[in-house]
């Protein structure tokens, strides 16, 4: 359970080892790490990396099958192991792909992309027709074919019961709300809208923090904040009946 827990967690030092390991390393080689690259760039041993990883999921960082006898990277946001709705391109090439419509505003602002304008290629939910736009250190520069709208089909009491990948799952990209309403009769459920602007102030807490800071927080899902959070943006709850 990710809702609720206490908040801030106290880190070890083996999660704040693996975490900035992880997110250089994703950064540089343009994926995710097996457990022999961060036992061979931290010097930790296998049970170690594996309980950092269950430590950070915990603390709302990263996203790993426990299952697995490798404790397989899923997500560690911004990046996603799996094909997602959302790819990342630096100079022309593709470099990763991005866990969310969220995280695609966010991730310019990640201390490896100073100074670079990034291209985020993503779709409408609805149609799957292209959505594009550019970014540098936080700062969309353009959209094309015009600036979408953020649908979020999962209610704020199912954001992170375990760990995030349902949460982001339903976070995508549609062109207009016509777009929208017609994505919500495929998937059978209601959404809300967010801005690219509400997104922006939505993510920006975390923006110049991960990444930056060694020692940057853990998160914790409380729906009732999360309702005030949303509120105080102006995103229109009355679809989920608030």
């Known amino acids: 359970m990710a809702q609720y827990v206490p908040h801030p967690m106290e880190w ?3 999660a704040l080892q693996v975490r900035q390991f ?21 010097g930790l041993s296998r049970r170690d990396i594996v309980q950092a990883y269950k430590e950070l999921q915990t603390g709302i960082v990263v996203v790993v099958d426990q299952d697995s006898p490798n404790c397989d990277i899923l997500k560690i946001p911004p990046y996603s192991a799996f094909p997602s709705q959302v790819e990342m391109y630096v100079d022309d090439e593709f470099h990763s792909f991005i866990g969310c419509a969220h995280e695609a505003v966010a991730v310019s602002k990640m201390p490896h992309f100073v100074g670079t304008e990034v ?38 009491w199912d954001w992170v ?18 777009h929208g309403e017609r994505y919500e009769t495929r998937i059978g459920r209601r959404g809300v809208y967010f801005t690219m602007d509400q997104v922006r102030r939505y993510v920006e807490p975390a923006v110049g923090t991960r990444g930056w800071d060694y020692h940057w927080a853990s998160q914790s899902m409380s729906p009732e904040g999360l309702i005030t959070r949303l509120e105080a943006l102006g995103v229109d709850l009355a679809p989920w009946g608030l």
Request: aromatic share 12%.
């Open 161 to 178: 019961h375990d760990d995030m990948k349902s949460m982001c799952d339903h976070t995508n990209f549609v062109l207009d709300r016509e």
């Open 119 to 156: 291209r985020l290629e993503s779709y409408c939910a609805c149609c799957l027709a292209p959505i594009t736009f550019w970014s540098k250190e936080f700062e969309i520069t353009r959209y094309a074919p015009q600036e979408p709208l953020v649908h979020v089909a999962a209610p704020m």
């Open 22 to 42: 992880v997110f250089d390393f994703w950064a540089e080689q343009r994926r995710g790490p097996n457990l022999r690259a961060v036992h061979e760039g931290t």
């Open 12 to 14: 070890s030092e083996r």
